[in-house]
Structure formats: structure tokens, C-alpha cells
């Protein structure tokens, strides 16, 4: 068995962990050792933990027991290292999975997985409706997405979807939405080709299915990224892109207009983000875009946002905008959290508000957007939304919306 010193460095390359300031809890590590940093950070995440007597004992053999915690702490930050990095943590997970299992530990990378391939979930019921009952409607979607491993660098991903108004004849609509594969050059950037999900800023503008090609560079503080494709959803579906009002391509109906995206993130602190983008529309007679948006914690539970997008020659008609303030800490993982939130919205009728994130929001409306959020078990979440004092840009009132969502994974 390798030193605890040894297992400690390992992982926080293995995770990635970086805490600069990080501060040591155990008696026997001082700063003149030579695993001080990696103990610090792993101690500071939660990963490791010392003796009763305040101790780490680091020149001791770790043992099984003891590495298969730090594995159980990794792989809940599977989604924050990258393609490298993940598949050690699958092997580590294969490896310690009798321990795994005896600290109670139940998860899709050992449940789900058959050989190299890895399945996952969802499932929704929902109810849509507003002031006017004949717009009301129930329906219900589910998804599994399978997810194979090429190599330690590569993997190709195939989501199968199916969904139905409930009443509606027929069977359901199913097809294939997604399928794209990714890989991973080095530890710093990142390729995607394929049907695949794109939020552009903070969603905003859109957050929905591409078509294309995008690259990233960078990690979690500071990151950039590229895409080159077609937008497919919203007023780019089934025609030119049309997102300030004009007509679609007559000659060519069914083509979606081709576009770049470029976009910064960036991340000083877990608890600010700050994104801004540019989308560059590759037709001479439709206007680019672009947009920024700030996001805080302010303490556990306080949420402070907003983002701002416009179109790029149409001046106070091309301008979109919310802001908001929320309080809680839902998580779907976690049995009883929960979450309430307010935005207010005020969306100009050629704003690039293309297929946006925020349920209910329309263009040529402003008013208020309220949701509220609460995990009713593991895994197991329910949604509502609702729309207050909508009005049009002529100030005069717009029917109210609301939305219920019931939302399962697996």
C-alpha cells in the first residue's frame, strides 16, 4: 500500500482541486512538509479527514477503506474535472467498488455502467397553462442518454427522447436529440461535433439544441469557447434564423442560418460569474448579437442576477434584459431543499431572445417571472412557474402563464 502523502497527491491531480489560501487542520503536517499544499486542499474540500487526536499521520499506509472515502468524494465531482481526469476516477471506482458499496455508496458510474458504456435519465410530467383554459395542457417526456468511452481522451454520447400531450392520438414523439462526440486535447481544452445543448451567455438568448462544432479552452476560473453551426430551436427551427421579425428564406425554407458564437466566462470566486458573448449571424440582412450577464452568492442561500442582450444595429428595439433576486438551496440530489426566485423581465420585440432558458418569457413583453422549487425526495423534484403583471411593450396587459413541472433522473 502506498503513504497517505503519496494517496493525497494523487489526488488532488486526479480531481483537480486548487485552494490557494487553503488552511492545515492536522498537528503533525507543518508547512515545511512537502505534501503540506495537497494536504491542505483536500482537507479544505472535505475529501480527507484527520485522527480524532488532530492528527494525519501521513507517513502511515492508507488503507483500502480509507482510499475507497476519497474515491466516494471524487466522484461527486465528476462533472467539475475533465475527460482524463474522469476516467481514473471510473477506474478507481471499479477497482474499490466492494468498499464503495460497504460505505453505502450508490452511483451511476458503478450502477449503470456495462463495460464502456454509461446510461442516464430523466423523466417529466407537466402542466402548462394561463388565463385562457384552451391553452392548458398536460404532458409528459422521458430521456435516456447513453454515454460510451472511446478512450481516455474521447467519448460519444446518443440521447434517445420520447414525449406526448396526454389525450393527444397517436403514439408518442420519439427521436433522437442528441448525439455528438467530445474530445479532450490535454487538460485545458476541449472539442464537440454534434447535435448537442448550447446555452449562449447565461441562457438568456438561448439554451437548446446546436448543431455544430464547439471548442473550449480553459478551466473552471476562466474559459473560452467557440461554436460554429446552426441553431434548432426556437425562431431558428424549420427556417433562416429570424430572430428580429423578418421573413424566412424564401429560396431555401427549411435551412437554418449558419452563425458563430464566442463566448468568455469567467469565475474569480465560486460564488461570482460573469459571461459575456457575441454571436456573429452569417447573413448579410440579419443582425448580429451580443450580451453579458452577473451572477452572486451572497452568503449559502442569497442569489443576486441578471443578464442584458441586443441586437446589434436596431438600437432600444434590439434590447432584452432581467434581473433577479432568489433565496435557497435547492438541490435535486437532496431530499427537502428548495429554492424561490423573482426576475423581472423586459424583452423588446427584435431582442435576440431566440429559445431562452426562462420558462414562460416572451418577446414584446415585461413583467415578472416567479419560481419556486422544492426536491420532494432524492432525485425527485418538483417546479412551478408563473408570470405576474405581464404587459406588453404598449403597456397594455398580456394573459398570465404558469407552469408545474414533476422531474425524475436516474
Partial sequence: MMK????????????????????????????????YQAVAQLASQGIVNGYPDGT????????????????AKALVRQDRVDAEQNAIINRLANEFSAELNNLGVRVATLENKVGNFKFTGDARLRYIGSNDARDSKFDYRGRVKFEATVNDNTKAVVRLMGSKEFGAAGNPNTAIDRVYVQHNFGKYATVTAGRQDLVVGAGLAYDDVFEGVVANVGKDKLNASVAFGYL?????????????????????????????????????????????????????????????????????????????????????????????????????AKQGTWSVKAQYFDIKKDAPVVSTTWNLIEKDQKGVLATAKYAVAK????????????????????????????????
Fill in 4 to 35: 497517505k502523502h503519496l494517496a493525497v497527491l494523487a489526488a488532488t491531480a486526479v480531481l483537480g482541486v486548487t485552494s490557494a489560501f487553503a488552511a492545515n487542520p492536522f498537528s503533525d503536517v507543518t508547512p515545511q512538509d512537502w505534501a
Fill in 379 to 410: 432525485n425527485v423534484g418538483l417546479a412551478g412557474y408563473a408570470t405576474i403583471d405581464t404587459k406588453g411593450q404598449d403597456n397594455k396587459a398580456k394573459a398570465e402563464s404558469y407552469r408545474a413541472d414533476l422531474n425524475y433522473k436516474f
Fill in 56 to 71: 494525519f499521520k501521513g507517513q502511515n499506509n492508507i488503507t483500502r477503506y480509507e482510499m475507497a472515502q476519497m474515491v
Fill in 232 to 332: 434548432q430551436a426556437g425562431e431558428a427551427y424549420g427556417q433562416k434564423l429570424n430572430k428580429i421579425g423578418r421573413k424566412a428564406d424564401e429560396q431555401n425554407p427549411n435551412t437554418n442560418e449558419q452563425l458563430s458564437v464566442y463566448q468568455l466566462n469567467y469565475n474569480p470566486t465560486a460564488k461570482v460569474a460573469v459571461k459575456g458573448f457575441y454571436a456573429d449571424v452569417h447573413e448579410e440582412n440579419l443582425d448580429n448579437a451580443y450580451g453579458a450577464s452577473l451572477d452572486l452568492m451572497l452568503g449559502k442561500k442569497v442569489w443576486v442576477g441578471g443578464e442584458y442582450v441586443k441586437t446589434e444595429t436596431l438600437g432600444a428595439n434590439g434590447e432584452g434584459w432581467t434581473a433577479g433576486l432568489g433565496y435557497g438551496n435547492y438541490n435535486m
